[in-house]
């Protein structure tokens, strides 16, 4: 009797088995997934596009497959999303399902595994980040407090530019500069500082360890492993230098610039509200234990890579294309010398009046997008999107290029012609009005630091014109322009040698 209930419930079991198995299959079989290449076993379709996944590669994979497909990436599935419709969907009517971002191997370490702001999941500390760096570095107020100390650094560099002989002459590699102004004005923000020099100590090994920092994160090397998990043990001596980087760099980033300034904070009276620079918002956030010390490091190194590297590779844009296109920069000239008066140095609040510097900067921003790609969305849950079913867990790519480049959208988009912005596309704003313009992205998991990235650029592309001539090295028609992709960052591959041509005023 024992024995036969026990082959009953076996065979009970089996059938429920056999049950799960169909019934998962059919499922399977139901899901609608977007098009795409063929995918071969282990593999899916790596072997067919390759590592080098960037906003040119995806559009050509666009063109053939359409505005929403599917790429499977060993273990991975990547949705590219293509046109201004389903852009929208993403990002802003199904903005939570698609809210949160997708890690690899290499950002899990630079995290902590989305301990920081930037690469954490939609949800709860998410939201608390979000809000706890709102008030120290992404309101009006803060532009108001800061904007005096970005036109400072700004006219520091037109004054050591001017200093050096061969600027005017063979030129000079005027990157450097701008990199160390950077630096101090969102350095000035976090932690009330700066660096007196290109030669400055701590300046030199900041800027070494976030440069392997986006080198390790952005190169495509370690593809295979994140992509393919059973070969992960391959990517061990490059995830030891991942962690030993990271370890370096909050090190630094406390022991420079969080201690440094608790010290100071703790010998004068920071009652003022006025006074205080945002580590000390952040600070009161850990004392209430709103968050805990490494949130605090991840805070800082988030502003150092999402904040300094995106203007300044936009700002460096901006000045190779007006190196290119003497005209553009002639006319841009000439408004800021009618508008102000020659010589009269721009300041934060005469952006607004300088329309064509504004069509500048749009147009730098949209032929050239710092993060092309945006940074890689993801659905927690299966989602739907454009008809088609969406797997768990899939990285969403929003081609932000593409949708600001694509013909069918834009009239000659390869052209560098700020005109655009005063005329057909006039209405079109940086903030992400218009779903084929997202240089910011746009909705909630959208840049936050837009209103301080504007008026930066403004700024330093305003005074350098006002300022210089800026030409190509004698001999040299133009820059080099050529492109270099990350995982999902878009700079140019030389640092080009300008002529800086001094005004006399
Ligand atoms: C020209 C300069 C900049 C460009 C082109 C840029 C672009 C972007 C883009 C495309 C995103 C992702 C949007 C998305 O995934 O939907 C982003 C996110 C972000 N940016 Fe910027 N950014 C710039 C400057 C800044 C600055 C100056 C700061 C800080 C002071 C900043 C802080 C952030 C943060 C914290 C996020 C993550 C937001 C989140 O995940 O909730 N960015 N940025």
Same mark, same amino acid.
């Given at each position: ?15 429920? @088995? ?20 063929? *995918? ?22 666009? $063109?053939?497959?359409?505005? @929403? ?43 902590? $595994? ?21 008030? /120290? ?90 992509? @393919? ?25 406390? =022991? ?8 100071? +904070? ?27 010390? =490494? %949130? ?8 150092? #890579? ?8 936009? @700002? ?7 190196? %290119? ?20 140095? #721009? ?28 940074? *890689? ?29 694509? *013909? ?21 704003? +940086? ?7 997202? /240089? ?53 591959? $030389?640092?080009?040698?300008? #002529? ?6």
């Amino acid at each position: 009797m024992d024995l036969l209930l026990v082959e009953k419930s076996l065979l009970a079991l089996f059938v429920a @088995i056999i049950a799960a198995i169909t019934v998962s299959k059919l499922r399977g079989k139901r899901l609608r997934l977007p098009p795409g290449p063929l *995918p071969v076993p282990i593999f899916g379709n790596w072997l067919q596009v390759g590592d080098d996944l960037n906003h040119r590669n995806l559009t050509d994979l666009a $063109k053939k497959f359409g505005n @929403i497909l599917l790429l499977r990436m060993g273990q991975r599935n990547l949705v590219v999303v293509s046109s201004p419709e389903p852009a929208k969907e993403v990002l802003h009517t199904q903005g939570v399902e698609f809210g949160s971002r997708t890690r690899n191997v290499v950002f899990d370490i630079f995290t902590g $595994k989305g301990q920081d702001m930037v690469f954490t999941v939609y949800g709860e500390h998410w939201r608390k980040m979000r809000r706890i760096m709102t008030v /120290p570095f992404f309101t009006n107020k803060v532009v108001q407090q800061y904007r005096y100390g970005w036109e400072d650094e700004a006219a520091r560099v037109v004054e050591d530019v001017r200093k050096i002989p061969e600027a005017a002459s063979t030129g000079i590699v005027l990157r450097k500069r701008l990199q160390l102004m950077m630096y101090n004005n969102m350095y000035r923000i976090m932690f009330d500082t700066r660096f007196e020099s290109e030669e400055d100590p701590l300046f030199l090994k900041l800027k070494a360890l976030n440069g392997e920092r986006s080198r390790l994160a952005q190169s495509f090397d370690y593809n295979y492993g994140d992509f @393919i998990p059973i070969l992960r043990p391959f990517l061990r001596g490059y995830l030891k230098i991942c962690k030993e980087v990271k370890e370096r760099r909050l090190q630094l980033f406390k =022991d420079y610039f969080v201690e440094e300034r608790k010290k100071l +904070a703790s010998t004068k009276s920071m009652s003022n509200e006025g006074l205080k620079c945002a580590i000390d918002h952040i600070l009161d956030a850990q004392r209430k234990g709103e968050i805990n010390e =490494d %949130n605090v490091l991840y805070i800082v190194e988030n502003i150092n #890579v999402a904040a300094i590297e995106t203007t300044l590779w936009s @700002i460096e844009w901006g000045i190779a294309e007006l190196v %290119n296109h003497p005209e553009i920069q002639k006319k841009l000239r000439d408004e800021l010398d009618a508008k102000l008066g020659p010589g009269v140095q #721009v300041t934060e609040p005469d952006t607004q009046k300088l329309p064509y510097l504004q069509a500048v900067i749009k147009e730098t921003l949209r032929l050239r997008m710092a993060i092309p790609l945006l940074v *890689p969305h993801m659905n927690l849950n299966e989602a739907k999107l454009g008809g088609y079913d969406i797997p768990a867990e899939s990285k969403i790519l929003v081609n932000a290029w593409w949708l600001a480049n694509n *013909p069918e959208n834009w009239k000659n988009p390869e052209e560098f012609r700020p005109e655009r912005f005063l005329e057909e596309e006039s209405k079109v704003e +940086a903030n992400g009005n218009d779903f084929k313009y997202l /240089p910011f992205g746009v909705g909630r998991r959208s840049c936050p630091g837009i209103i301080l990235a504007l008026p930066i650029l403004g700024i330093t592309i305003g005074r350098l014109v006002q300022n210089f001539e800026l030409l190509p090295p004698p001999g040299q028609s133009k820059i080099d322009t050529t492109e270099k992709g990350g995982q999902f960052s878009l700079h140019i591959l $030389k640092h080009s040698t300008i #002529v800086a041509k001094p005004r006399a005023f």
